[in-house]
Antibody
Framework: EVQLVESGGGLVQPGGSLRLSCAAS????????MHWVRQVPGKGLKWVSA???????YYPDSVKGRFTISRENAKNSLYLQMNNLRAEDTAVYYC????????????WGQGTMVTVSS | SYELTQPPSVSVSPGQTARITCSGN??????SYWYQQKPGQAPVVVIY???ERPSGIPERFSGSSSGTTVTLTISGVQAEDEADYYC????????????FGGGTKLTVV
């Protein structure tokens, strides 16, 4: 079964750091571009970062310089290092696979909740 | 920053046709995608590349594009189609930048 499972969420103070992980299974992880997407509960989806199969990385201005996406193909794992966290980073964070056929985000994890609060 | 604009809500009766629009000035230059999200669940792609339907998605879901607006059409809406729907595309910045619309709550009344 093709599956993505996120972990690492939790409560962190403003200015703190957190590392999210996403474990992939059921497909050749190294061949796919991967993304992180977040969602404030009750609000819309926001793209957070992407990493290509060759390791190229992309971020929106809202997280550039604070968040770092990485991957470890040998472990079928995707990561998101989040530094200098702000209250507005509070959200459910999803990892998602980008289809190599049509560039849709075709497989999503169930998400991990990050709460930034003192 | 670039935005994709969707109506906050659409209401239809069962069996009717629901149309959800998404507007953005870069849409003529990039493919659009539509995702369905039900409460407590992760999003699911229902339309890719403007009008293509993934396997397993019912034929009542279709997509179209005209200029700066793309439309998700659900024909013969069923109660199970009640969900939030998000369009997604890219901007014209020249660097990869995935953008989602604000989402539309489809209510089947």
């Amino acid at each position: 079964e093709v599956q993505l499972v996120e972990s690492g969420g939790g409560l962190v103070q403003p200015g703190g750091s957190l590392r999210l992980s996403c474990a992939a299974s059921g497909f050749t992880f190294s061949s796919y571009d991967m993304h992180w997407v977040r969602q404030v509960p009750g609000k819309g989806l926001k793209w957070v970062s992407a990493i290509g199969s060759l390791g190229d990385t992309y971020y929106p201005d809202s997280v550039k310089g604070r968040f770092t996406i990485s991957r470890e193909n040998a472990k079928n794992s995707l990561y998101l290092q989040m530094n200098n966290l702000r209250a507005e980073d509070t959200a459910v964070y999803y990892c998602a696979r980008e289809s190599s056929m049509n560039q849709a985000l075709d497989i999503w994890g169930q998400g991990t909740m990050v709460t930034v609060s003192s | 920053s670039y935005e994709l604009t969707q109506p906050p809500s659409v209401s239809v009766s069962p069996g009717q046709t629901a149309r959800i629009t998404c507007s953005g000035n870069a849409l003529p230059n990039h493919f659009s995608y539509w995702y369905q999200q039900k409460p407590g669940q992760a999003p699911v792609v229902v339309i890719y590349k403007d009008s293509e339907r993934p396997s397993g998605i019912p034929e009542r879901f279709s997509g179209s594009s005209s200029g700066t607006t793309v439309t998700l059409t659900i024909s013969g809406v069923q109660a199970e189609d009640e969900a939030d729907y998000y369009c997604q595309s890219a901007d014209n910045s020249g660097t990869p930048n995935w953008v989602f619309g604000g989402g539309t709550k489809l209510t089947v009344v």
